[in-house]
């Protein structure tokens, strides 16, 4: 567990981002839900990550989906989204 959590630091640069607002977390939400069916796949999310600049490897992917898939559908949903960009 602390392996997952130290990794999940070292992958979460796309927290800096100043979105508190969940208004502005939806936002960033179906900018990543590229094709809006309400869930992010890990491959929306490596694009979107990648438009933002941030290349991610498939072990930060897997990282970031263990912490964030509540459910662990292998999809992220708004409602898991806004859990882990909390933190
Ligand atoms: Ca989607
Ligand atoms: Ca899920």
Same mark, same amino acid.
């Given at each position: 567990?602390?392996?997952?959590? $130290?990794?999940?630091?070292?992958?979460?640069? /796309?927290r800096?981002?100043?979105? *508190?607002?969940e208004?502005?977390? *939806?936002? *960033? !939400?179906?900018? !990543?839900?590229? @094709?809006?069916?309400?869930?992010?796949t890990?491959?929306? /999310?490596?694009?979107?990550? $990648?438009?933002?600049?941030?290349?991610?490897?498939?072990?930060?992917? *897997?990282?970031? !989906?263990?912490?964030?898939?509540?459910?662990? @559908?292998?999809?992220?949903n708004?409602?898991? /989204?806004?859990a882990a960009?909390?933190?």
């Open positions: 567990m602390a392996v997952a959590c $130290s990794r999940t630091e070292q992958v979460g640069d /796309f800096r981002a100043s979105v *508190t607002a208004d502005e977390l *939806t936002a *960033t !939400f179906n900018e !990543f839900d590229n @094709d809006d069916d309400g869930h992010i890990v491959e929306e /999310f490596r694009q979107a990550m $990648s438009r933002r600049g941030d290349e991610v490897t498939n072990d930060d992917l *897997t990282s970031i !989906f263990v912490h964030a898939d509540g459910d662990g @559908d292998g999809k992220i708004l409602e898991e /989204f806004t960009w909390n933190g």
